[in-house]
Every structure is written in C-alpha cells, then in structure tokens.
C-alpha cells in the first residue's frame, strides 16, 4: 500500500495519529525534504529506506513507490502542511491507478489554518466573513483568469495566500484593487509552527514594506481579511437567547 500522508505544517507534533502510525510501520519514506522536517523521520523503525523528493521527478517517485510495492513494501509519501492542498499528489495517483497500484491519501493539518492559530484568530465571524478562500497569484504556475487574486479579492471574504509570498509588491497591488481599499488586515507567517515561526502584523499599506525589512522570499501564509483585526457579532451558538437542538434559549 502506498499512503500519502499529511506531515502538518512544521511542528512534527501536529501530524495526525493515523499518519504517525504509518510512519512507523514503513518500510519506505518518499518525503519532500525541502518542506517537511525531518524530525518525522526519528519515529520510523530501523531500517527504513528514505528518499528525498527535493531532488527527485515525478517519473523517479513512482518507480521507487512501483518498486516497493511489488516487493510488498509500506511506502508513505510525506507530503508537507495537507497534501490535497497544493500538494501535487493527483498526478502521482493518477500514474499509480493506472499501474494498478493501492494507495491512500490521509490528510493533515494544513499552513493555512497553522497560521491563522498563531496569530490567535478565527477565519469565519458573524457579519465580517463566513468564506476562506484559498489562493495563489500567478507565477510559474498559472491560474485560471477567473480566479485572479483580485477578482477574488472583490468577494471580501477572508483570505489565505500560499506560494505567493515572493511576489508581495503584486499581490498587494491586486488585492487593494480588489478589495477596494488599503487599510485591510494583513499577516504573514512564517514557518507556521516551526521554531524559528515569525508573525508580521500590519495592513495592506504597509505589509510590503515590513516583509521586504524582514527578507522573508518563501514559506511564508498571507492571510488577509478584516477577521483578522475589527468589530464583529456574537455567536448565536452561545448565545443564552438562542434556542437549538441542545439547549432552549430564555427569552
């Protein structure tokens, strides 16, 4: 069987039970070193085969996986943050289907939501937002001319970047256009989790400014949106005047 598996978003610690547990029980370990720590590697069994994606093509991964699993070897794919997330894992799946090869995706806790614990907030608030959207701008990698980040910006919902830090000056550009004004909530996190995580608080005025002083060009979250910082309504799920199916309300 081959398992992908979600390493979480830094801390080895945020990996999930079921994910820990096949580390353990495998007998080969494909991980993308430029992204996950290799602490997860000190809980798997003496003589584990590793394999470092970083320096690996997609043809290279699956022979190794292919090879193993004729052998009747555990493999696991450890993939950073959740690998159905910018994970590049269905082009990976789709060549094991085809080579009749089981396999398994087993999610982890995503940067996007490591992040937004770190700054202690929550994504979704009465009457400020009850949307996240999860996004890119354009690099090396397209997108489709439906999603560019400021056309999703105009929705004014809550917002997490990925793999845009490095194009800051744009994404900044797109979403004051999209959001339709400048003093929008804006934090960077940096290595979510990880013992060096660093958090830039500031606006979309002046996040530029404050990233580029703090040299950060990779593995960073943008998370934007006035959840992040301003007046919002009470839960009604707490609320003692509202009723549901647990609890009646008093008024």
């Known amino acids: 069987m081959i398992s992908f598996v979600g390493a ?12 820990r547990r ?19 590697l000190e809980f798997c069994k003496e003589g584990c085969q590793f394999y470092n994606s970083a320096k690996m093509t997609l043809e290279e991964v699956i022979e190794k996986m292919e ?6 070897l555990q493999v696991v794919r450890l993939h950073t943050g959740d690998p159905t997330i910018y ?6 799946m789709d060549l094991l289907e085809r080579k009749g090869i089981d396999f398994q995706a087993i999610s982890g806790v995503s940067s996007f939501t490591a992040a937004c614990s770190a700054i202690n907030r929550e994504f979704t608030l009465p009457e400020v ?16 001319e439906e999603e560019d980040l400021e056309k999703l910006a105009a929705h004014r919902a809550s917002m997490a970047l990925f793999l845009s830090i490095k194009e800051i000056d744009r994404v900044v550009e797109k979403l004051k256009r999209g959001y339709g004004r400048e003093d929008v909530p804006v934090a960077v996190v940096y ?23 703090e040299g950060i060009t990779k593995m960073a979250q943008i998370l934007v949106g006035d959840f992040i910082d301003g007046d919002y309504e009470r839960s009604k799920l707490y609320d003692p005047q509202f009723s549901h199916e647990y609890r009646s309300g008093n008024r």
């Open 8 to 19: 979480g978003p830094g801390d080895v610690d945020l990996i999930t039970i079921k994910g």
């Open 22 to 40: 096949l580390l353990e029980k495998a007998d080969m370990v494909i991980y993308a070193g430029s992204l996950v720590s290799e602490r997860h």
């Open 67 to 72: 090879d193993a699993y004729r052998k009747g």
């Open 87 to 92: 994970g590049a894992i269905r082009e990976q």
């Open 129 to 144: 937002s009850q949307t996240v959207i999860l996004t890119r701008i354009e690099g090396r990698t397209g997108v489709p």
């Open 191 to 213: 290595k979510a989790t990880w013992e060096d995580e660093k958090i830039i608080m500031g606006t979309l005025k002046d996040i530029r400014h404050k990233v580029e002083k």
